[in-house]
């Protein structure tokens, strides 16, 4: 495979994950705004608060043998060695529900002391009584979730991203669905509280998971009997289950490690911040930090999510690839892969940031409404720094997982946690909600700029040119952004209408939306910027799209 093609087959690996993660997303923005004016928002800092722990406990029970089953069946793969690959499947998924239904488990146990920490010392005793119900609901995704990221690990392994987007897309619809019908009936229609809501919301991940994971297995059936006829024809023993055991594990069990560190912002904001927040060294009152707490941690990463799908799909995209560079020793195309994927995300990010930063109202009021707008306009246009420094740390931490420099990673995160955790409490004290903004800041860049230092010298991987093209982004980012920006301000909407019509906000927005992406393809396509990131001949959109095609 010549070296154009090298980059395109990884690149198409990449955005055909990402485009189902961004399927996914896009569909759970729909249901946030129903959902928050069912619950209403000052429930929505019990969401924040369950998915955060549940974002940890899918790492701590599955983030690690999902990436572990598709690396190894990749490796073996390319191997041809097909039946330790059918092996590494069987014992990924023991081994992954074995994890999920003890940590579950242990979960139950510390939920009523962890809800009462979580929600302060001021919390009402109902507060922490509905808070440890949805602790309780949120087991039945704990279970199911960890069972179907294994089984995706293994067909990501074998390339089938076609497979793992496709069940990630109808995930999230079986979700929003729930979600929506469930959450409707309970509240409008029986009039039950609207925390009610919530629970909808929590159970509605159990729910979807279990109706994906139908779908993987019956849509696998095509590639399971080429894979049982590829085991057919081979002659070699499979490797040794304790052999595949320690592989396993010695893949696994460090980016569990990996995960969890990863996740240390958000836990710190989620345990701490309402009962230092309401302290008498902070000073906010129970209802502004719950209130804030919400908007941040619900509201604006619900939007941030939009560009972080990068992380999601770009990290699952390069595992194959990257594995198989490396097990050939090609490291010419390894740092020619790594650099093309950082240039390809920030391509697509630093434009988006720009139109977040510069049309925050309006995005935050389409999507919210304009109840508590300023607030929420203002943690969610300055959560855009966070935004770019949480899109780029977990695909380096990947790559870095994939390279096999585990302890490394480890080292770094360790020190980003100490990071988090001094600068946490002044950022809090001086900067009230900001604060977990900018001590978030703080622990993922230094987790970025040590991730290059080390692949630079591991790998000899130079940045300067990723360096050049991200200035060049930005700049003709800026150029994008400022035009539109000043026609919306003399238009006599938006601004000065007081941000009371959506259909009117959203007709701007698409107006200038088009305007903007105008400008950013003709000015990117004069300095050639995506000539030389995609390997285009021809500065022509149809070019631009051909090498997105699998």
């Known amino acids: 495979m010549n070296n154009k093609k090298m980059k395109q087959s990884v690149l198409i690996g990449a955005l055909t994950s990402s485009f189902g993660i961004f399927v996914s997303k896009a569909l759970g923005l729909l249901y946030y705004t129903p959902l928050s004016a069912l619950a209403g928002e000052g429930n929505m800092a019990f969401y924040s608060i369950v998915y955060t722990y549940y974002d940890l406990l899918l790492k701590v029970s599955s983030a690690g043998i999902p990436f572990a089953v598709a690396a190894l069946v990749a490796r073996y793969f390319a191997k041809e060695d097909y039946k330790t690959a059918m092996l590494v499947k069987k014992m990924g998924i023991s081994l992954i529900m074995g994890l999920s239904v003890s940590v579950g488990f242990i979960f139950l146990l510390i939920s009523g002391p962890l809800a009462r920490q979580s929600m ?53 619809f079986i979700r929003v669905g729930s979600i929506l019908l469930f959450g409707y009936l309970l509240v409008r229609v029986f009039h039950m509280e609207n925390i009610y809501a919530i629970y909808t919301a929590i159970a509605a991940a159990g729910i979807a998971a279990i109706v994906a994971l139908v779908f993987v297995l019956h849509s696998s059936k095509s590639e399971d009997r080429r894979v049982e006829e590829l085991i057919a024809t081979q002659e070699t023993p499979e490797l040794a289950k304790k052999e595949v055991f320690r592989e396993l594990l010695s893949l696994g069990i460090p980016y569990v490690l990996i995960s969890a560190l990863g996740s240390i912002s958000p836990l710190v904001n989620t345990t701490y911040f309402l009962d230092y927040a309401t302290s ?24 941030s999510s939009i560009p972080q799908v990068l992380t999601l799909g770009f990290s699952s995209g390069l595992v194959p690839y990257l594995t198989e560079s490396l097990e050939r020793q090609d490291y010419d195309k390894l740092a020619d892969q790594i650099t093309q994927l950082l240039d390809t995300v920030l391509f697509i990010l630093i434009p988006v940031l720009f139109v977040f930063v510069f049309f925050s109202r309006d995005i935050y009021f389409i999507m919210y409404g304009n109840r508590n ?60 909600a ?117």
Request: glycine fraction near 6%.
């Open 373 to 432: 707008l300023e607030l929420g306009n203002s943690l969610f246009r300055m959560s855009n720094i966070l935004t770019f420094t949480d899109t780029i740390a977990p695909i380096l931490s990947s790559i870095m997982i994939t390279l096999r420099m585990r302890k490394s990673t480890i080292l770094v995160l360790l020190f980003s946690c100490l990071v988090k955790i001094l600068a946490f409490f002044p950022c809090v004290k001086f900067f009230g």
């Open 120 to 172: 302060g010392a001021q919390a009402s005793p109902k507060d922490i009584a509905d808070l440890k119900n949805l602790f309780y609901i949120l087991m039945i995704a704990v279970i199911f979730v960890p069972y179907l990221s294994a089984v995706r690990g293994y067909y990501q392994g074998l390339k089938r991203l076609d497979l793992y987007a496709s069940s990630q897309v109808l995930e999230q």
């Open 434 to 550: 900001y604060g977990m903004i900018y001590s978030s800041f703080l622990c993922t860049s230094s987790v970025i700029i040590l991730y290059l230092f080390i692949l630079r010298r591991r790998f000899h991987i130079g940045f300067r040119n990723t360096l050049r093209r991200m200035i060049m982004i930005t700049g003709i980012s800026f150029m994008m952004a400022v035009p539109a920006y000043l026609i919306h301000r003399i238009i006599p909407f938006g601004f000065e209408a007081g941000f009371k019509n959506r259909l009117l906000d959203i007709g701007i927005m698409g107006v200038l939306g088009i305007l903007m992406v105008a400008i950013y393809y003709f000015l990117s396509v004069s300095v050639r910027l995506p000539q030389v990131i995609f390997n285009i001949e021809e500065p022509s959109i149809k070019k631009l799209l051909s090498r997105f095609r699998a």
């Open 280 to 303: 008498a060294s902070a000073g906010m009152d129970m209802e502004e930090a719950k209130l804030s707490l919400g908007i941040l941690q619900a509201n604006c990463n619900k939007l």
